[in-house]
């Protein structure tokens, strides 16, 4: 269990490290100083190392394994293949998602055994296990275990899987489609593009992204009198023991414990169960003894989900006057060789819901098909749909700017949903609790400088340098589409509040947070407050992810908080012999009102069974929440090289109540920066020939680098909190992503434009790398 206190007790001065203050991160003190504690820093007696034997192979027939050829290896404990799995009765993953192909059939994806059985349908997917003494057996064993494969023909990219006569990876989807969805009203949009007097149309690629998080997967598995524990790097404790439970024959949800100490980074990779859990709590019951799986940063890349992976049509629909009549939209997602829940829901649901951003625009036509491929499957990644539905919607609005001779601001503010819209439910029937648009905007706009452009143009231009700019107005949906967190609370005569939850640290600070929401219930200096997170055995619930965990996790802490202080006062009526009415609480103490007659909070509680009292509350919130935001960059482009460089950043974020404005712009620039990074430089890719991955590593794919970076300019607008929560808050940790990717191409391409490559610019594809960009000024030279 993540836990975490500070340093020595004291009840003076509590108010300072409430919410709405940036209060450092309580968790930094260890973490800075490398006593963290992640899964492979857990060490316990008897413990093995497993390794997998990945395929070579993008789609292969496994003929056989020679378990007998790693079995005789020194240290080699036990073998397993995807045949013995099947044997012993673990289930293949398990699908659940309700969707449905173009003829109306079942989502149609192969069966994901955790181990490959007959087939393997990506490089990297795990074909068989070697446990051993150590690592390095483990591994030496693994490399050398004979498979047995006949190659079959292998279709990596999206179009071509679509193609008649490609590959087929599932005898129910002969054409690779594995669903479809399509909502809005095609006919009426037809009639408003018939009707417009403008309309664009560009064909996007929004590339495929590994997420990166600085400590790969990792799991320990182990019996413990009977009952199974993992401890693993997740964001989802209680979604990885479910998938335990569900999939590993004869067990109970009591019979299995997950625990989840410091995560080194999950940005929605981590989330839920990966087939390599399932092997490795097999492997463990097993052979008895307890079993762990480091991740090597290679087997991430290969196998780990991946981000985005979407390509297609949009096109917008505007009257003379700028205002937008209809959106189309036709998408066409490569989720991989098996179409996971997570991976299609993101692309055929979660990124529709945002697509028409903060615009009002009533008419849609929106497909999305999910493309089966012999790719690695997509799943979460930070943003998770909504960068890949806003990307659209902002490229196509810059585009119609450029087109109607508009300034993108003035074009944006014609179209912005209005404050006495609100709440607003858009054409995808989502309602918008609260939201400023135009505030937001003119507020980016003012710290932006937008007006102040042209001199900096020129400025540098005497450089040598083409300068361009871009602005972005865009919102996000949050939750998880899980509203509902429980926290509880226990109150000990130690000195120590601890408030438990399901919700998961990564590294964004949430335990400090939380904490102070806290103190500004009981009062108390935060070095008072425990915060634990990651134990199945203590708490459950939903997890963090999609932004959730302050907005509904914080709340619920909120709640719990509150209805343990009205608890202890029936308490304190007992211990003061006055009615619980007549009972105050501040800072720490209950006080009969009028009187000095009074009882500390601990010491009220040593006075209970157990030296302690305890409460737990289950608090939903009424809805999703809405942040948005204004983000505006300027770049400069080296004509003579194409080498792009930001050089200013803005952006002004309606994120509601702000509990720690530190830990909020941490996470909002981070955010960014993972967003500029996909505009710039990172890119999954694979060869068309042999499905081999090609950037398998840090070598390969490139990653933003820290001297790319600097002057952000980073402000709140919390004047609109929330209504869907008790705090007002509003999710924050992916807005930066969402908006930094559209805003750094679109500057880009405005710094072409303006030097008469605008048809050029607008077919570039991300990452915008110097060759692209240095070929784009040619090519229309």
């Not at 349908?121 to 057996?137: I, S």
């Not at 591994?139 to 079959?152: F, I, Q, T």
């Not at 993108?408 to 858009?426: F, G, H, K």
């Not at 600070?509 to 904490?515: D, E, V």
Request: charged content about 20%; hydrophobic content about 45%.
């Amino acid at each position: 269990m993540s836990t975490t206190t500070t340093g020595t007790p004291g009840i003076d001065d509590s108010t300072r490290f409430g919410s709405g203050q940036p209060v450092a991160r309580i968790e930094d003190k260890a973490l800075v100083r490398g006593e963290g504690r992640y899964t492979d820093d857990h060490v316990l007696p008897g413990q093995a190392f497993l390794a997998f034997a990945r395929s070579p192979y993008a789609h292969a027939r496994v003929l056989g394994v020679d378990a007998a050829s790693a079995q005789d290896l020194p240290g080699v404990i036990a073998v397993f293949t995807g045949a013995d799995l099947v044997a012993a009765g673990v289930k293949p993953m398990v699908n659940g998602a309700p969707f449905r192909r173009p003829d109306g059939g079942p989502l149609a994806s192969p069966a994901r055994h955790p181990l490959a059985h007959e087939v393997v349908r990506y490089v990297g997917e795990a074909v068989a296990a070697v446990v051993a003494e150590t690592a390095e057996q483990a591994r030496n064993a693994a490399a050398l275990l004979m498979v047995d494969y006949e190659e079959l023909p292998a279709v990596v990219d999206t179009r071509q899987a679509l193609a008649s006569g490609a590959p087929a990876l599932c005898p129910d989807a002969p054409d690779n489609i594995a669903a479809e969805m399509r909502h809005g009203d095609p006919a009426a949009a037809q009639a408003a593009f018939d009707a417009a007097a403008l309309t664009v149309k560009l064909d996007i690629v929004n590339q495929r992204l590994a997420p990166s998080p600085m400590e790969p997967r990792s799991t320990l598995a182990w019996l413990d009198n009977g009952r199974l524990t993992l401890r693993a790097s997740s964001q989802m404790p209680t979604a990885l023991r479910d998938a335990v439970v569900g999939h590993l024959p004869g067990l109970k949800t009591e019979d299995v414990r997950v625990v989840v100490g410091d995560v080194g980074g999950g940005f929605g990779m981590k989330g839920g169960a990966y087939p390599e859990d399932l092997v490795i709590a097999h492997a463990a019951r097993t052979v008895g003894r307890p079993v762990k799986w480091q991740a090597q940063r290679l087997e991430d890349f290969v196998s780990a989900a991946h981000g985005r992976d979407v390509e297609g049509s949009a096109e917008l629909a505007l009257d003379a006057d700028g205002k937008v009549l209809a959106l189309r939209v036709h998408s066409l997602a490569n989720v991989g060789a098996y179409g996971t829940a997570t991976g299609m829901a993101i692309q055929m649901l979660v990124g529709p819901w945002v697509s028409t951003s903060v615009y009002d625009i009533r008419t849609i036509d929106l497909r999305f098909t999910s493309v089966l491929s012999n790719r690695a499957p997509t799943g979460a990644y930070r943003g998770a749909g909504r960068p890949e539905a806003i990307y659209l919607i902002e490229r196509l609005m810059d585009e119609a700017a450029r087109r109607l001779q508009l300034d993108p601001a003035e074009l944006r503010r014609r179209n912005l949903v209005r404050p006495e819209q609100m709440p607003y439910t858009n054409a995808m029937k989502m309602t918008y609790d609260v939201g400023r648009f135009e505030q937001i905007l003119d507020q980016g706009l003012a710290l932006a400088e937008w007006n102040g452009f042209e001199a900096r143009r020129a400025a540098s231009a005497a450089r040598g340098r083409l300068r361009g700019r871009a602005v972005s107005t865009f919102l996000e949906w949050t939750s998880g589409n899980a509203f509902e967190e429980r926290v509880d609370v226990r109150v000990a005569a130690d000195g120590f509040i601890e408030l438990t939850s399901a919700t998961m640290p990564m590294g964004q600070g949430i335990a400090t947070s939380y904490a102070q929401l806290a103190v500004d219930v009981f009062g108390v200096p935060i070095e008072r407050i425990r915060i634990l997170q990651g134990d199945t055995d203590r708490a459950n619930g939903f997890g963090s992810a999609g932004s959730r965990s302050l907005y509904i996790g914080g709340s619920a802490l909120k709640v719990a908080a509150e209805r343990t202080v009205e608890h202890a006062k029936g308490l304190a009526g007992e211990a003061l012999e006055a009615p619980p009415a007549d009972i105050e609480y501040r800072a720490g103490r209950f006080t009969v009102a009028g009187t000095d007659l009074g009882i500390d909070l601990f010491e009220l509680a040593a006075r209970q069974p157990g030296a302690q009292f305890t409460m737990d509350a289950t608090t939903k919130v009424t809805g999703p929440s809405w942040p948005n935001a204004c983000h505006a960059g300027e770049v400069e482009i080296d004509p003579a090289t194409g080498v792009v460089e930001l050089v200013a950043y803005a952006s002004v974020n309606d994120i509601g109540y702000v509990v720690n404005p530190t830990i909020v712009k941490g996470q909002i620039e981070g955010g960014a920066v993972q967003g500029i990074g996909q505009a710039l430089c990172e890119q999954m890719v694979y060869d068309e020939g042999s499905g081999q991955l090609n950037t398998a590593s840090f070598l390969d794919y490139a990653m933003p680098r820290v001297d790319g970076f600097r002057d952000f300019k980073t402000a709140f607008d919390t004047s609109v909190p929330s209504v869907t929560n008790p705090l007002g808050v509003k999710g924050v940790g992916e807005l930066g992503t969402i908006g930094a990717t559209p805003t750094v191409v679109n500057a880009v391409i405005d710094a072409l434009a303006r030097e008469g490559r605008a048809e050029a610019a607008s077919r570039l594809q991300m990452p915008l790398t110097p060759e692209k960009v240095w070929s784009a000024l040619r090519a229309s030279a």
